[in-house]
DNA sequence: AATCTATTTGTAAGCGCTTACATTGATAAT
DNA sequence: ATTATCAATGTAAGCGCTTACAAATAGATT
């Protein structure tokens, strides 16, 4: 009642319980040490007070933070959402809590972000595709914080990650796309530098072009942000091509979703005269119309696995697997057979 | 070289610097304090060792983190995306790192966020819409952490809010809609119970249906979580009535997506069979077709000046003021007059 | 030359918690 | 009864940093 204002510490909660701060400590971390009788007279004195422990106190003396980091690229559109949100709710289960930052797209504010979250204490790191400097990689192995890469999957990288073969799910694709009969493919695809993910999606049409036969470097590539906007500008800029692609395959479903809407009103029939293909199968690929065929890549099962890797990672129970998770094409309407040579 | 392998601490850049612990503190905090030439040294010897400051540690030295807390409902979709963004982008400017997590819209949940970021030591907190227990509100301001509420606005509410009106902007569009000639409305809400922002779109439009001359109670209401499925649903059950609305309002875009995708499937032409309407005019307002009329809301300029008061708050430069963003109505194609009466 | 002032640096006391180790008391084994 | 064993609790040493205060040094002022 008329006690001090400020926030309680241990050490009140321990003098209104009338033990020490170690018994208090033990009751909060593991009940199981503490006779039943002290417990209560504890817990107790933590309701009354109102008492939360001080985090940043409780981290540096236990050097354990119970905190999971992640750093994507975007929060702008729903890439990631939907992988994150599994990927926090699994974590929750086991008793973790996820911070979230965001670096635009830029490998400066990743780093950035990347040292706030190790300094804060954080347990663990998922980190989205491979690409970024060594020296990163370097300075989380000497702070000793696991991290684990996701929405990338590459045998040949010894890395740990969770997630899927960009440049086979992407060639599939370009498989179906070849066999429908088209030649004259385009791509808007998403900036390839820095961007493991958007170069093996390209890589991918290119390696099936060849192999089909086809002249790899035919291949018409426009590299532009993830927007909506971009995607629409982009697929405009390929409408006044000579000849005209007769389908552009975009590095995701937001940049499809942008080359629709600009069909749409360039007055250009998606697929009777162009075709238009995605990546990611977000819900926005089923609202578009035409419903755009894009790839779906199963984003709340690799958000699960990865939460459960990580956290093992974390508790000294896996150096680090690698789990590779299965795309499957998804054949909605925007892709179809050229139209007859005029 | 052959030194110890661990992480370094201020204390081995004091001594590889020949200086004390509080001079290097003074390099790294207020560098003015400290003499070129020590300066020199001493950045050197961080330099070298690689050294990152322990945050834990500065936190409870310092008592001040300059780390910003964001608690949003989801971010499996689009709404709080753009506006989040900018909010980072400004704090960043400042000097702040901003921690985001999601409450998937369970109170309790919140409520553990809420801790979590307290006790991690985040100087200011943004929350949004009003609705919350009070208690939480009484534990910020014991621990002295300034909160500002976003996404809503109401001037009867005394807590600093940057939002805007959602009754009146929902009240606006239902006047288009009236005067449209629309008399069986129906309404897909977000889940209203803990949700001012949902609760005040339905009231706005039942406010001016009575403004109007309509009988609010005519309004058919389904609420349900903002999700497209959901939203389609709710569509569909909308059309099985008799006599059907005319016009089907929407507590957001995502849902007035899924609305719009239902039509399409149940053969029903929007808006020539029936009008439907969305709010927050996010992108993908202009990407379904027919692209939705709905409530633009300035997302970014809400996420720039919340950035601004929240700041101002936590540096003590404000009590914490109230600021209300305009929307405006966009007009697009899913609006139109109801047909003729059969 | 003596004194004062301002600038730069050092000393050391916490910040609130965890945990290794010491202590206590009780029960079991001899 | 004596000793060994064990569970429950207490004691106190940090964790890595900031900052009030003290000390030292160098000019400026008289």
Redesign the interface.
């Known amino acids: 009642m008329g006690k001090n ?1 400020s ?1 309680p510490t241990l050490n009140d909660v321990a003098k209104a319980a009338g033990v020490s701060t170690a018994t208090v400590s033990r009751c909060l971390n593991s009940p199981d040490q503490v006779i039943e009788a002290t417990r209560q007279r504890v817990m107790q004195a933590v309701e009354s007070l ?1 008492y ?9 003396a236990a050097k354990r ?1 119970y ?1 999971i980091g992640a750093i994507i690229p ?5 890439i990631f ?2 992988g ?2 599994e990927f ?2 699994q974590l ?1 289960e086991s008793g973790y ?6 670096s ?1 797209y830029d490998p400066e ?1 990743e780093w950035e ?1 990347i ?2 979250l ?4 954080a347990d663990g790191l998922l980190l989205i595709g491979y690409a970024r400097d060594a020296e990163i990689y370097s ?1 989380l192995e ?3 914080v696991p991290s684990l890469v996701a929405w990338s999957y590459d045998p040949e990288a010894h890395r740990p990650s969770v997630g899927f073969d960009n440049l086979n799910a992407m060639g599939k694709l370009a498989q179906a796309v070849i066999s429908a009969g088209h030649q004259r493919i385009a791509m808007i695809s998403g900036q390839t530098l820095g961007n493991d993910r958007a170069q093996s999606r390209v890589d991918g049409v290119r390696q099936t072009m060849a192999e089909s036969g086809l002249d790899a470097n035919s291949l018409t590539l426009i590299e532009t942000d993830y927007e ?1 906007e971009k995607g629409a500008e982009a697929f405009q800029q390929l409408m006044s091509l000579t000849p005209r692609p007769t389908v552009v395959m975009c590095g995701n479903d937001v940049l499809a ?1 942008g080359a ?2 600009e069909a ?1 009103r360039l007055g250009i029939k998606v697929p009777e005269q162009v075709s238009v293909t995605g990546f990611d199968d977000i ?2 690929a ?4 035409p419903a755009l065929t894009t790839v779906h890549v199963p984003h709340r099962e690799m958000g699960r696995k990865a939460a459960r890797e990580l956290t093992a990672m974390v508790e000294g129970n896996s150096d680090g697997r690698s789990i590779c998770i299965n795309t499957r094409l998804v054949n909605r309407c925007s892709l179809a057979r050229p139209p007859r040579q005029p």
């Open positions: 204002r926030v109102g939360t422990p001080n985090f940043a106190a409780r981290v540096m933070s905190t975007t929060m702008d559109n729903a959402a939907r994150l949100q926090q709710d929750r809590t996820l911070l979230v930052s965001s635009a504010v972000q040292r706030a190790v300094a804060r204490g300075y000497r702070h000793q909506i979703a629709l809407r749409g819900e926005l089923e609202i578009v119309s």
